[in-house]
């Protein structure tokens, strides 16, 4: 290789490096600013290819996506001086590259660091006017939209940054104030549970002596109602018994006799004397054997 060829091959190299060093791309997820000597020259370069002259400008470029900026949980006193623990988050994008380089010179540690101190300031400021049932339920909204219009005011005067959301994760009593919360909570069910039991034991009475109540009348009135039908099934048999006997008084002569041997003997060891020409065994006479006539023994 000559001299002339290797005069040629270093100032296509030179060129090449040079072209390289003049040509820049921004992606679609940043912002970019050109810088000549730290000095700006151009804010918010858009997205695409660009050129700049090698050496003397350089270019910064920063995330524009949408960051999430988790706080850490504070204490903060509200109204009636009751401290709470607030844990919240930001969502936040770079509005304003040539502002958010001048103010913190682009450090993302450091707008954070900037966003939470702010943050934290609006945060107190908002609880301090409001009690704790406001600040919990009642005027939950109001104090975020609140907090979202200052805070986005401050943070777009200074660092050139938009604030897109804030929001309060939760929102809980220390841990010396949760204690005693909880034993009134416990307290308070303990005494709504004795009530309800109180209740459910009265009502308990109640329905036990109704159907008490209700079990002695309908006993009743089955009682009533079986000594009808007794009653009547009586005077239906002894009708039956009143005609069969008036049809055939000897017969029923018999059979009263008849049952009152049954209920004379039935014991078994009974002994009774009698004349032989009693009535009692006026059906029996002329069955017993000489004997034992005049006297009976069973």
Do not use: C
Not at 7 to 33: C, D, P, W
Not at 117 to 143: A, C, D, H
Not at 277 to 293: H, K, T, V
């Amino acid at each position: 290789m000559n001299a002339r060829s290797l005069y040629i091959l270093i100032a296509v190299l030179v060129v090449v490096m040079i072209g390289s060093k003049s040509v820049f791309i921004v992606n679609e997820t940043e912002r970019a600013l050109k810088l000549r000597f730290g000095e700006i020259v151009e804010a918010d370069i858009q997205p695409g290819l660009h050129f700049k002259i090698p050496f003397v400008n350089t270019v910064r470029t920063f995330d524009a996506r949408v960051q999430t900026l988790d706080a850490r949980p504070q204490s903060f006193l509200t109204l009636e001086k009751k401290r709470l623990i607030v844990d919240s988050f930001v969502k936040w994008r770079i509005n304003d590259p040539a502002k958010y380089y001048t103010s913190i010179s682009g450090d993302l540690f450091q707008a954070s660091e900037r966003l939470a101190n702010n943050i934290e300031e609006e945060l107190r400021n908002q609880f301090g006017e409001r009690t704790v049932t406001e600040v919990i339920s009642g005027e939950r909204e109001e104090l975020m939209d609140a907090v979202i219009r200052d805070l986005s005011r401050r943070a777009d005067e200074q660092f050139g940054i938009e604030i897109i959301d804030v929001r309060v994760k939760r929102i809980d009593l220390p841990a010396e104030v949760s204690s005693s919360v909880f034993d009134r909570m416990r307290t308070e069910r303990q005494r709504l549970a004795r009530d309800l039991r109180a209740r459910g034991r009265e009502m308990a009475e109640g329905i036990r002596a109704d159907a008490d109540r209700q079990r002695t009348v309908i006993l009743a009135e089955a009682y009533r109602e079986s000594e009808q039908v007794r009653g009547e099934g009586d005077a239906n048999a002894a009708r039956i018994y009143a005609d069969a006997y008036a049809a055939d008084p000897e017969f029923y002569a018999f059979n009263r006799s008849l049952q009152a041997y049954r209920d004379t003997f039935q014991g078994g060891g009974d002994v009774m004397l009698l004349k032989p020409d009693s009535e009692f065994f006026r059906y029996l006479d002329d069955a017993l054997p000489p004997s034992r006539r005049g006297a009976a023994e069973r």
